[in-house]
DNA sequence: ATATTTTTAAACATCTGATATTTAAAATAT
DNA sequence: ATATTTTAAATATCAGATGTTTAAAAATAT
């Protein structure tokens, strides 16, 4: 007999509202109930299952943070089924990578191995409307070179921009993910004027490389950017510093 | 005033559960509430809150659906804060990627962006210790080569191996959740006989390089090997065929 | 007729309070 | 000491009442 402990998952809990929330959940990645679809009311399907309307409500609560469910009060109201969405996918990685509590440097080294080859595939296929839309990105940027909260969210937008252009589902959920974990990285540390000038510059830079539809230069302008951004947040906090718990940057003292 | 629309989140709702739940995220995620910590009584905290039990257990069961907290029953009980685990994310992700659909290039597309660079550190962090663990695996996989089911644990337990020597947590999360819904995508498909032979082998020229400590033939055949399961699955369903919502394969007749 | 306002009903949101079940610890018996 | 029983704290579930939201239907005014 082949491992059997492989084979099932550990029953934990007899709840009855993980009971429910199985079957729906199971009905939905089936197939059986598509986007848009209605659940039948708290008290209708409450009934049904033949469980107390509270049971059913946790239920029903559980699939909204899932993302997978709707709910929407007043009359033609009720549950409904939802495409779950990048935002409820990126809170659960902040919330993963709160406990996780990566360094720069994971950071930073799985953005080597993904953007440099996003951004070549991007020269190929950029039209002239999404570099127009990347220039105006950097000349909003540079305005804001004081308001660090408005320059996280172009930061964002621009990396974003470039590999939604690759077309590519995975990577871009991917890009987007470690993007926002960086920026709450980011948040914490105190960027100064210069470093925010030096993400434009390299911005512009990357840009160029795409202008001339040029992948390679823009590979290795966006390696440099990827580096540079690195070393800048290193520099921001002298010495190995860590995110604490705490929220406080302290000296790293070693594991 | 520059686009305020963008630094405000959309009020949508007004639930006291939310409210809640925002509140004890914040207070996890600003590390004033730390891993173990435990939560006041379901009872006890409606009274502190001034809400009524049933709003504040719908805040828990949130909380827990998002891996926040872990909630035991009896005596000792309760609420507690608890690192949110992997488990969590790829199920969040499982759920995401049902509705994204992406296509076997989308995924492997990502994977020969990472692993190959993945297996090239590894080549140089290896352990004799490790180069057996993968061996074993093989010999493994060889011997269930008839039941598809062990082999894709087997198949996930081996990337995960090589990407955990990185010690990078970042890339291991990517690498992990990719595998694990690139194994759904396998589930749909009839992966025959030849196709898991071809796995094995690939592995095994993999595990070579590895024993070698050649970063640059390891990555190679880790290439190889992530081309020819794409080229596998993809002649595993004769033409272009896509996971369709019901879980059922069917001709893709282009968008 | 059209537009505005009011009413209404369906569905969720919240509250109250009771009962059942679980579980670890304390008490008891062997 | 060990095994068993009891107990108490906490969650799990249930039932039913009341409040609030919301879109549609009805009534009203223009």
Redesign the interface.
């Known amino acids: 007999m082949?491992?059997m402990k492989?084979?099932f998952d550990t029953v934990k809990s007899n709840r009855i509202?993980e009971n429910i929330v199985h079957q729906i959940?199971g009905a939905?990645?089936?197939?059986?109930l598509?986007?848009g679809d209605r659940l039948p009311s708290e008290k209708d399907l409450a009934m049904k299952f033949g469980v107390s309307k509270?049971s059913l409500?946790?239920a029903y609560?559980?699939l909204?943070?899932?993302?997978?469910l709707e709910i929407k009060q007043g009359m033609s109201g009720g549950a409904f089924v939802k495409?779950?969405d990048?935002k409820?996918?990126k809170?659960?990685?902040?919330?993963?990578?709160?406990?996780?509590n990566?360094s720069i440097r994971?950071?930073t080294?799985?953005r080597t191995?993904?953007e440099p080859?996003?951004v070549k595939i991007c020269a190929l296929k950029i039209t002239d409307k999404d570099i127009d839309y990347l220039k105006n990105n950097i000349s909003e940027m540079e305005?804001?070179v004081d308001?660090e909260?408005?320059m996280s969210?172009l930061d964002c937008a621009f990396h974003k921009k470039i590999v939604d252009i690759t077309e590519?589902?995975?990577?871009s959920?991917?890009v987007e993910s470690?993007q926002t974990?960086l920026i709450n990285v980011k948040r914490m540390l105190q960027m100064n004027h210069a470093f925010l000038m030096m993400v434009c510059d390299g911005h512009k830079k990357i840009v160029g490389a795409l202008s001339e539809r040029d992948p390679d230069k823009a590979s290795k302008e966006m390696l440099k950017h990827i580096i540079e951004v690195e070393t800048g947040m290193l520099a921001c906090k002298n010495g190995d510093m860590v995110l604490?718990?705490?929220?406080i940057l302290k000296p790293d003292t070693g594991s």
Chains 1, 2 share one sequence.
């Open positions: 082949y491992g492989d084979i509202s959940r939905i990645l089936r197939g059986e598509k986007i509270s409500r946790e609560r559980v909204e943070a899932y993302g997978l495409k779950v990048l409820t996918i809170d659960g990685l902040v919330n993963y990578f709160f406990f996780q990566p994971e950071y080294q799985i191995f993904i080859e996003v305005k804001e308001g909260k408005f969210d590519n589902t995975v990577i959920l991917i470690v974990a604490t718990e705490t929220g």
